[in-house]
């Protein structure tokens, strides 16, 4: 893949290069060359391609969940006025006098007054000014219900569907690409075959032009092959213009500027395809095996069922273990020292048991399952509509090689009629109407043998897109 960026992009350097230093004259390009620009530039394979990386990278934010974590922490605290709290003085209680105590009564009195003078309640301030700790933190799931493998089996069908979806966007626009370029050829191939038919007429017209002066041909004949003439010119204008909107066309779907003049270098030609010698069983087996639609459906089925199994887990307790190993210390200055420190290290387990969270973890069960369901009912409607759709792809091969054999014949006889018509008209053994008929059906034959051998082309490609094993030009 990297090898393929790195050559479209020297291709569209040359192309941009090559058009500034010669603008009048038109950059001739490949299909395989503007297969590879539009899997450069194309938008919608680019974001394909980004979100397959962004499913990679849900991998391993999957298996986080299971991993231990370990954060390292450091708290500095400045008390700008330390709380302080209220207690009850003891001290004044325990040298009140009892009465059982034997004192003399001077010494009791004495006691009495100093006790009396004590106030009731003593204020006591907790901490210092300043507080700094530091240290880690280690964090170790032990037990989520199943939840962490659930996440990682999605998170590798996430992966999985993104992968095969890149793919199927990579095949649809190397179709796309080849029917362009095709068509393309095509309307190329039909002015072609319009300029030759206007050639031929106009060839035929002199010929009458010159019976007719010696006298040998009729008004009507000349008449008539000058409206033979008059016809063919706009279907040859039209023809011009096709091919005009077909360059258009691929411009656009390659992303080249509207200013930067492109052709196109290639030709139809009809090769051996051995799909042609496969039973239309043995496609559809390929299809099933082969179609990323079909690899992305099951990833879908499998991200579903992780889903049910992930719901699952809210119901289940889970079950933690953490431990923090830090130092802490306090002054009423910032002259810190490494003895003022004192070491804690603790170590915990804790339980979660889930009760009721407001029928929330039901319900999401319910549309959990209701997924998985949605997701087995598309199986059987994907699965069929692939089906299908090979076999519609399969008789259109068949159909299009047939119709290709008979046009090459066509044309052959056509051409022989043509030659035959001429001869005879020029000898006096036919008439002009001969002619005519011979020409339009010659040029009806060359035209039919064009469309015959795009269908044929085009087919090749349909039959193989459809059995996802369409990895690149034919």
């Not at 077909?246 to 030709?267: A, N, V």
């Not at 006096?428 to 039919?448: H, I, K, P, Y």
Request: proline share 3%; hydrophobic share 40%; net charge negative.
């Amino acid at each position: 893949m990297k090898h393929k960026m790195k050559y479209s992009f020297l291709i569209c350097i040359f192309i941009i290069a090559g058009l500034s230093m010669a603008s009048e004259e038109n950059q001739m390009l490949t299909l395989e060359q503007c297969v590879d620009i539009a899997l450069e530039n194309n938008p919608d394979l680019n974001i394909a391609e980004k979100e397959w990386k962004k499913a990679k990278a849900g991998i391993w934010e999957a298996y986080s969940m299971i991993l231990p974590s370990l954060d390292a922490h450091a708290t500095f605290q400045k008390s700008w006025d330390i709380q302080t709290n209220a207690i009850p003085n003891f001290i004044k209680e325990i040298l009140k006098p009892s009465p059982g105590i034997p004192i003399t009564q001077e010494f009791r009195d004495m006691l009495t007054i100093y006790t009396d003078a004590m106030p009731d309640v003593i204020p006591l301030s907790f901490g210092l000014e300043n507080t700094l700790m530091y240290g880690a933190t280690l964090n170790q799931p032990l037990f989520l219900g199943g939840a962490g493998i659930a996440g990682i089996k999605m998170a590798n069908s996430t992966e999985k569907a993104a992968r095969e979806n890149y793919e199927s966007i990579k095949q649809n626009l190397i179709y796309r690409v080849s029917d362009a370029f095709y068509q393309t050829l095509l309307a190329k191939k039909l002015v072609e075959v319009q300029e030759e038919a206007f050639k031929q007429a106009m060839t035929n017209l002199d010929m009458v032009k010159k019976r007719y002066e010696v006298g040998s041909a009729s008004g009507f004949d000349k008449m008539r092959a000058e409206v033979e003439v008059a016809n063919l010119k706009p279907e040859l204008i039209t023809a011009k213009n096709n091919y005009q909107a077909s360059l258009t066309h691929i411009r656009m779907l390659l992303g080249i500027e509207k200013k930067l003049p492109i052709d196109i270098q290639g030709e139809m030609k009809f090769v051996y395809d051995d799909y042609g010698t496969l039973e239309l069983s043995e496609i559809q087996n390929r299809a099933m095996q082969n179609r990323p639609e079909v690899s992305v459906l099951f990833a879908q089925k499998k991200i579903a069922a992780s889903g049910v199994t992930l719901v699952r887990s809210q119901f289940m307790p889970k079950l933690y273990f953490s431990t923090d190993y830090s130092f802490l210390a306090m002054r009423n200055n910032y002259d810190f020292a490494p003895d003022d420190f004192s070491k804690g290290f603790t170590s915990a387990l804790s339980l979660q048991i889930p009760i009721f969270h407001g029928f929330k973890n039901c319900k999401q069960y319910q549309k959990a399952r209701l997924d998985y369901k949605i997701s087995s009912d598309m199986e059987k409607q994907l699965l069929d509509g692939i089906k299908a759709e090979v076999e519609i792809a399969y008789n259109k091969f068949q159909e299009a090689k047939e119709k290709y054999q008979a046009a090459t014949e066509s044309i052959d006889m056509a051409e022989e009629a043509m030659r035959l018509a001429n001869l005879t008209y020029e000898e006096g053994a036919s008439t002009q109407l001969d002619v005519l008929n011979s020409q339009l059906a010659l040029t009806r034959a060359r035209l039919n043998h064009a469309s015959a051998l795009y269908e044929y082309q085009m087919a090749r490609y349909q039959i193989r897109k459809v059995t996802g094993q369409l990895n690149d030009i034919l």
